[in-house]
């Protein structure tokens, strides 16, 4: 492709010889303790959500690269508001004005990072210019691919940008900004996950993803979404890895008015999902959530792990797990990405959750998830209050972030 493309070696040549260096992953050992004390040692503290590291580094397609940053700390867990402080049921209603332009501004806010990692740098490019020229176009590739849109979507839509420009179809430089929110809305709305079906109980979520990218806060929260809605809810500590995540869950167990299976530390995480669904059958409960490891002794392990916990899942149940959900870190940029694919091929992903939209200007990782892996969003995370994970709704993250 370098051959037939001088100007995309352009691009990419001044996009690698910008912030070279820079590490975007804790330096990670391939090597897994073998202690199984990973968890209690000192680690680094979140990965530091404002120093953006530059999306030319290769994606690490490791689970196990970002997820140790920040091992969950029960102590740590947000402060958890009561399950029903906020619902966009009520918001919804059209007679709650205030309400519903809070919580938009809240997602606004949320994404205030994304915004200057994409909606502004394309403004910049934009900015004072008279017509789309040559040059506008390739500031404009390399704006949208250092918002971490990913290359190949990247490619595409400046492609029919140019097309459309040679074809005097798009002229003003409004009109093309238009034209990209119009373009990266499309991507969006096409994954947007659908509601889950009624009816099927114990509906059976399955939740999966490296460490830290906060599995077992989203399982919490979720967990409190459904309380909110008078559901019954069992919660499976399926990362025995860690006592301090067992801990967690049961915290927010309690918090949420749900009750929590667990086996100790160190158990089989396949049995521990077993009895959950038992009991989630026994007690005639709306939804059970397993919370799975994040971090086994290699990558290998843990997929097969994972996969071992969805057949004994299928044996409690027929049909389920209803939904395997991917925890995504959004502060991650393209290694999100990567580590689909790696869950995808191994578990089969029917949904995702991208977490730390809030924290991170990288949030437009959304669009090349959704272009290159086609597998629908169902939450996202714009912080670490309870109300701060909102089902994924592609016009309103549009709208926030344009
Ligand atoms: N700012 C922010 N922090 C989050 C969000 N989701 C999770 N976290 C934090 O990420 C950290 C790791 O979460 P945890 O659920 O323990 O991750 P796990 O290892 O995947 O289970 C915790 O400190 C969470 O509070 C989010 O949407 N925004
Ligand atoms: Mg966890």
Redo the contacts with the bound molecule.
């Keep these: 492709m370098s051959e037939e493309t001088p100007k995309k070696r352009g691009l990419f040549g001044r996009l690698f010889r910008r912030g070279g260096g820079e590490a975007v992953e804790p330096p990670e050992p391939d090597e897994e303790p073998t202690s199984g004390e990973e968890a209690d040692a000192p680690a680094p503290a ?1 990965p530091p ?1 404002d120093q953006e590291p530059s999306p030319e580094e290769e994606p690490l397609p490791e689970p196990e690269g970002v ?1 140790e940053a ?4 029960p102590a ?3 402060p958890v508001p009561v399950p029903e402080e906020e619902g966009e049921a009520e918001e919804g209603s059209g007679e709650d004005f205030p309400a519903r332009a809070g919580f938009l501004a809240r997602l606004r806010q ?1 994404l205030a990072k994304t915004r200057q990692g994409l909606a502004q740098k394309v403004d910049r490019v934009l900015f004072g210019k008279k017509e789309i020229d040559a040059e506008t176009l390739d500031e404009l590739e390399e704006a949208l691919v250092t918002a971490d849109l990913g290359v190949a979507t990247v490619m595409r839509l400046v492609d029919e940008i140019r097309e459309k420009v040679s074809r005097k179809e798009l002229v003003r430089p409004e009109a093309l900004r238009e034209h990209l929110k119009a373009a990266i809305r499309e991507i969006l709305v096409a994954e947007e996950a659908r509601p889950a079906p009624e009816g099927v109980r114990p509906w059976v979520i399955m939740v999966v ?13 979720i967990g409190a979404r459904f309380r909110r809605e008078g559901k019954r809810v069992i919660l499976a500590a399926g ?1 025995t890895f860690r006592a301090a ?1 067992i801990e ?1 869950l049961e915290i927010w167990g309690d918090r949420i008015g749900a009750q929590v299976v667990r086996h100790q530390q160190g158990s089989d995480p396949a049995a521990v999902a077993f009895d959950a669904v038992e009991a989630g059958k026994a007690r005639n409960v709306d939804v059970v959530i397993v ?1 799975t490891a ?1 971090r086994l002794h290699t990558k290998r392990n843990l997929m097969e792990e994972l996969k071992k916990v969805r057949r004994v899942i299928g044996k409690a149940l027929p049909g389920a797990p209803h939904e395997v959900l991917l ?1 995504l ?1 959004a502060t991650t940029g393209q290694n999100a990405v990567s580590q689909a694919r790696l869950f995808h091929e191994a578990v089969g992903v029917d949904a995702i959750a991208l ?5 991170t200007a990288r949030g437009g990782v959304i669009v090349a998830i959704c272009d290159e892996l086609k597998i629908p969003i169902r939450y ?5 209050r309870v109300e ?2 909102r089902p994924f709704d592609a016009q309103g993250f549009v709208d926030a972030l344009f």
């Excluded at 993803?209 to 929260?221: E, L």
């Design positions: 979140e959500a997820g920040p091992p969950p700390e740590e867990a947000p949320g993803g490296v460490n830290g990218v906060g599995k077992t806060t989203t399982i919490g929260k990362d995540a967690q919370d994040g925890v870190d977490t730390k939209l809030d924290g996202i995370g714009i912080g670490e701060d994970l």
